[in-house]
């Protein structure tokens, strides 16, 4: 393979660097992080961050040179679309903006840094107000999965910049991808990631984000398709900054899907929320939510919490939720987390059908109200409306749908 450099010197590491053999450690906020693939080795299962993950589905994104000359073959393609007020721009891995967030910390992420080729540049100039999304869409063209790719998008939310991005993944690809996002004092940007693939899709993605000073970032993860894992690493420079982060999936037969959310407070007078729901049918699904949250010694007046909610919909569906908090500051606001996973409800069963809905029907209404908490927070119509006609779909391969339908007949 073309031996692909770039200089690291000028990356911003919030975690410890470690170089050689990777060490256990109990906190995530002293993993090891490095640009450099030899510095993380292949995990084998037994890692503590690889546990819970289908490590022969993920294997093609641990080989470097497969999936250098992957992304190579331009079995990718990814178009953008921007509104006034928005730069798009094709650079080099060359490029002083990119790497600049933080560090890789598994064997996914470092992978994708050495492998890509060229990055997506989406900056939100200073002061712009966009009047719609933009919207930056990856579709793959690879249904055997035979050219696992790398990819990297870098958005920058500039000073009093407000805005929302979409990023769009369709088709079947095996793809390892970098996002890194910075939002700049002032501005106010979300970012919304939709994992819309077909069901063969193997995706992992390494979210490295700084909010700088009193921006505001709401960070949306919706996983609908493929095997995915999204390690999402959450940062503060400079005090008062907010971050929301939210995340919905529908985790169907044999499938994975896993998402690991980690916030690190650092900075003083920092606030934080992040609220992951999913729903699971079908034998062999399987969802995993690691949220962990740090606040360090220096970060006083912490405002933060951490929530994951599962409702298990069919036998043979499996959820696993572990909630971190590792508190290094007493002078907070206030820490929490809470995880639950469960069946329907029994009490809201009986109260719909006391008024006379069938059974099925209330069944849906109660799997649609579960979601609605974190959809109405989207705030983005098109997204809102896609996810719930995505949750309508899934829901038909129960048959709650058309009982609905049927319902909507006879009355």
């Not at 928005?86 to 890789?104: C, F, I």
């Not at 999965?145 to 009093?160: F, G, M, S, T, Y």
């Not at 006379?356 to 579960?370: D, N, Q, W, Y």
Request: glycine share 10%; charged share 25%.
């Amino acid at each position: 393979m073309h031996e692909l450099k770039t200089d690291h010197s000028r990356a911003s590491l919030e975690g410890a660097h470690a170089h050689g053999a990777r060490r256990y450690v109990s906190s995530r906020a002293e993993r090891p992080t490095s640009f450099d693939p030899a510095d993380i080795p292949v995990p084998r299962g037994r890692e503590e961050e690889w546990r819970f993950t289908p490590i022969r589905r993920f294997a093609p994104l641990f080989d470097l040179d497969a999936v250098a000359v992957g992304t190579a073959s331009g079995a990718l393609t990814v178009d953008v679309d921007a509104p006034a007020g928005a730069d798009v721009e094709t650079v080099s891995r060359e490029d002083p903006r990119l790497g600049v967030v933080g560090a890789p910390a598994d064997r996914t992420g470092v992978v994708a840094w050495a492998a890509f080729r060229s990055a997506t540049v989406l900056t939100l100039r200073p002061g712009a107000v966009l009047e719609r999304a933009a919207r930056v869409t990856t579709t793959g063209g690879d249904p055997d999965l035979a050219h696992p790719a790398a990819q990297h998008i870098l958005v920058e939310a500039q000073r009093d910049a407000v805005g929302t991005v979409v990023l769009d993944h369709r088709g079947t690809a095996a793809l390892t991808q970098t996002v890194e996002v910075t939002v700049a004092a002032g501005a106010e940007l979300t970012l919304v990631t939709i994992q819309g693939w077909e069901d063969a899709a193997v995706h992992a993605s390494s979210h490295r984000v700084r909010v700088e000073g009193r921006g505001i970032l709401k960070h949306v993860v919706v996983s609908l398709g493929g095997d995915v894992r999204i390690s999402s690493d959450l940062g503060f420079k400079g005090e008062g900054g907010h971050i929301d982060a939210y995340g919905v999936y529908f985790t169907d037969a044999g499938q994975h899907q896993e998402h690991r959310p980690y916030v690190a407070h650092t900075e003083p007078h920092c606030y934080s929320r992040v609220a992951y729901k999913g729903a699971l049918q079908g034998e062999g699904a399987h969802s995993v939510w690691v949220g962990d949250c740090f606040i360090g010694a220096g970060a006083r007046g912490t405002d933060t919490y951490e929530l994951n909610r599962n409702l298990v919909l069919t036998e043979g569906a499996k959820a696993d939720s572990i909630p971190n908090l590792e508190i290094e500051n007493g002078n907070i606001e206030g820490a929490g987390h809470a995880s639950a996973t469960g069946r329907f409800d029994d009490e809201q069963l009986f109260y719909l059908r006391a008024r006379g809905i069938p059974e099925k029907e209330a069944r849906r209404l109660v799997v649609l109200g579960f979601f609605n908490e974190i959809v109405a927070e989207i705030r983005v119509p098109e997204v809102e409306e896609r996810l719930m006609a995505a949750i309508e779909k899934e829901l038909e391969l129960t048959g709650l749908v058309s009982a609905r339908e049927q319902t909507a007949q006879a009355l």
